[in-house]
């Protein structure tokens, strides 16, 4: 299946059901290496002008390392039916198995940047701020309680949206 490339403006989505139900991957790198896990957390809107997302990567995160040494990151939505290849991808490091592949899913690049075949959702995103979220910064103890237990605190990333495409 081939995706098609659309104007992200004239979309009309809930971000909270494509976002925190279904979830999302976050991939980055280029052809020859490149990493991708599953996540949740994120936001679409406007920000400094621009049709813009955030996403969140935790500092041990293998796929944190090629968003920060990337110039753009893709979020795919993928159509129903792949959640064995989302909880896979969140659940398995790219550092030990070729997860991209051993998912079931079919590697593709847009735009010289890494997706899925199965997307319903492709966007691709230039970095334009990355932000660490610091425990000082988190204002209500509970939040750090819950969620960060382990002190695997978040990065936050806000990347202009450049393209998207439709499955």
Not at 100 to 109: A, D, K, V
Request: charge should be negative; include cysteine; glycine fraction near 8%.
């Amino acid at each position: 299946m081939a995706l098609t490339k659309i104007n992200i403006a004239e979309q009309s989505f809930n971000p909270f059901e494509l976002m925190g139900k279904d979830w999302m991957l976050i991939s980055a790198g280029n052809v020859n290496k490149w990493n991708t896990m599953t996540a949740s957390w994120g936001g679409v809107g406007v920000i400094w002008g621009k049709p813009s997302v955030t996403a969140y990567i935790r500092h041990s995160r293998y796929t944190k390392e090629f968003v920060d040494n990337s110039e753009y990151f893709t979020l795919t939505f993928l159509q129903d039916g792949h959640r064995d290849a989302l909880n896979k991808m969140g659940t398995q490091s790219g550092r030990a198995i070729d997860k991209m592949h051993e998912s079931g899913l079919t590697p593709i690049f847009v735009d010289g940047q890494p997706a899925f075949a199965e997307a319903k959702l492709v966007l691709v995103c230039k970095k334009r701020c990355k932000s660490e979220i610091a425990p000082e910064d988190i204002l209500q103890e509970a939040t750090i309680d819950k969620w960060y237990g382990d002190r695997d605190f978040h990065t936050m990333y806000i990347g202009e949206i450049i393209a998207a495409y439709q499955g």
